[in-house]
């Protein structure tokens, strides 16, 4: 059974960072892609970062200069540094794994962290 944990998340002022990480357990071949996704009250879940299994990045334009996602691969574990945040960046933040069991490829979700930027 794969899981994946969220941390890091938290009450920051504006100008502030955070670091948010993701662990995922399991029996998995590989991790593919690892992406962190956001999602703010009344509002679509939107893709915040993505990094494929080589180590290439993107961005949302909202966050590009700020955010840096990383990864681990010794440890299956997904970082986002999040810098300079701002007000908007206030949602619950969640990550998603695309990993390879045996010849088949799975979608998973972690269950959220939250993050709140005061002005």
């Known amino acids: 059974q794969v899981q994946l944990v969220e941390s890091g998340g938290g009450l920051v002022q504006a100008g502030g960072s955070l670091r948010l990480s993701c662990v995922v357990s399991?029996?998995?071949?590989?991790?593919?892609?690892m992406d962190w996704y956001r999602q703010a009250p009344e509002k679509q879940r939107d893709l915040v970062a993505h990094?494929?299994?080589?180590?290439?990045?993107n961005y949302a334009d909202s966050v590009k200069g700020r955010f840096t996602i990383s990864r681990d691969n010794a440890k299956n574990t997904v970082y986002l540094q999040m810098n300079s945040l701002k007000p908007e960046d206030t949602a619950v933040y969640y990550c998603?794994?695309?990993?390879?069991?045996?010849?088949?490829?799975?979608?998973?979700w972690g269950q959220g962290t939250q993050v709140t930027v005061s002005s």
């Open positions: 990094i494929t299994s080589s180590g290439a990045t």
């Open positions: 399991g029996s998995i071949a590989a991790i593919l892609a």
């Open positions: 998603k794994v695309l990993a390879l069991e045996r010849t088949t490829i799975f979608t998973y």
